[in-house]
């Protein structure tokens, strides 16, 4: 394949690239992240839940990971804030009775206080002071975060500027940290930095449109030279790799 060719393969992921709720099947089979790490989200989350619980899920994407659960939808809670993401929770989980409430993590959570068992949290933001008020005492709060140095050797990668860290404050130490001052017991604690693998250049390019807080400015254009140059990288490697950064915390109130 030329040069040319190439470019409008990329130019197409480029403009396709969208996101509803938290879904990477696009690219599915050429990319790989996450797949080796040393806990597993789903399993912590379910060690803890029993179906007479009252579960939260704060930036519930489209609610993807909150449905697989199979929970009595009377006894789950969900928030998000992105707006796209706000029209299909209200499309997919309001109609199965599940409280849904637009919100931001950070912020007051619209429910009442003491009213959950389980709070939990993949990738979003969170505010312990909120997540100790709605929740239940000897309730639980599990989430897994994205760290801080996610992603960077791809970013050094396709970016011509090396950009600063687009979260400095995400780190284990500094979320545990914030959880002991508001008083939980901490009962799990883990970080990792795991391989993040492509085997298709343009698959890149969609992931970073999609990501474009760790990849601020990408586009096909200015950034041609690198794209060229990943290009050379996977036909000699094999595969483009980089690392994604990840931490666990399982609290207790």
């Known amino acids: 394949m030329n040069k040319e060719e190439q470019l409008k393969i990329w130019l197409h ?57 199979n929970h009595p939808y009377h006894n789950l809670a969900a928030t998000e804030n992105y707006p796209p993401n706000v029209e299909l929770c209200k499309r997919k989980l309001v109609p199965l009775g599940i409280d849904f409430q637009e919100a931001d993590g950070n912020s007051h959570l619209p429910f009442g206080d003491q009213s959950f068992h389980i709070v939990i949290n993949r990738h979003g933001n969170f505010n312990p002071k909120e997540i100790k008020r709605v929740l239940k005492d000897g309730g639980i709060f599990i ?23 687009p979260f400095p404050d995400q780190y284990l130490k500094i979320a545990r940290a914030a959880f002991e001052e508001a008083g939980f017991l901490i009962m799990q604690a883990e970080e990792a930095f795991r391989p993040i693998k492509f085997w298709d250049v343009g698959a890149l390019v969609w992931f970073a449109r999609i ?23 996977l036909e000699r490697e094999g595969v483009i790799e980089g690392k994604i950064h990840r931490f666990l915390l399982t609290v207790k109130k």
């Open 211 to 233: 990501i474009e807080w760790e990849f601020p400015g990408f586009n096909v254009k200015d950034c041609l030279e690198n794209l060229y140059h990943a290009l050379e990288l």
């Open 143 to 165: 989430t897994e975060q994205v760290g801080a140095e996610n992603d960077r050797e791809l970013v050094e990668l396709l970016l011509n500027d090396m950009p600063d860290l």
């Open 13 to 69: 992921e480029e403009e396709i690239a969208h996101i509803h709720g938290w879904d990477f099947s696009h690219i599915y089979g050429k990319f790989e992240e996450e797949q080796d790490l040393p806990w597993k989200y789903e399993e912590i989350v379910r060690r803890y839940l029993r179906p007479e619980m009252k579960l939260l899920d704060i930036d519930t994407g489209g609610g993807e990971f909150l449905l697989s659960l």
